[in-house]
């Protein structure tokens, strides 16, 4: 029913954009305030999940929260301004917005420090069996 060839259209979208490609926000133009901002909250929002590898989902999450505050700074600017918000709309952002950031976690996660200490005695720790410590022939 409505395949190839039936006459049958279907309205629904099969396919992302043909402007959408892997990695996009990482090329957004770093002259805009809108990009430095939504970049440095996806870094800040990166750094606050710990050391943990992100999984391609929570990576994902991160840069629609990321959006989504780019999204209501810029309404809250206008409210400031004086002119109309859409409230409603405004909410619904502000709603799922709060929704994604705890589905993240609202708290920083530790990340594993090394002290100063350990990082000396590994520095300084030099395997006998580099070039270097060979005498040449």
């Given at each position: 029913?409505?395949?190839?060839?039936?006459?049958?259209?279907?309205?629904?979208?099969?396919?992302?954009?043909?402007?959408?490609?892997?990695g996009a926000l990482?090329?957004?133009d770093r002259r805009y305030r809108d990009a430095r901002h939504m970049l440095a909250a996806i870094?800040?929002?990166?750094?606050?999940?710990?050391?943990?590898?992100?999984?391609?989902?929570k990576l994902r999450l991160i840069q629609r929260?990321?959006?989504?505050?780019a999204l209501l700074i810029t309404e809250e600017a206008r409210l400031a301004k004086g002119e109309n918000v859409d409230l409603a709309r405004y909410l619904?952002?502000?709603q799922t917005f709060?929704?994604?950031a705890s589905t993240l976690g609202l708290e920083r996660r530790a990340r594993k420090v090394v002290?100063?200490?350990?990082?000396?005695?590994?520095?300084?720790?030099?395997?006998?069996?580099?070039p270097e410590a060979e005498a040449p022939e």
């Open positions: 029913m409505g395949g190839k060839g039936s006459g049958v259209t279907s309205k629904r979208q099969h396919y992302l954009p043909r402007k959408y490609s892997e990482a090329r957004l870094e800040q929002m990166k750094a606050d999940q710990g050391d943990a590898p992100l999984s391609f989902v929260t990321a959006h989504l505050d619904a952002t502000l709060v929704r994604l002290t100063l200490r350990d990082y000396v005695a590994a520095r300084s720790v030099v395997p006998a069996s580099t």
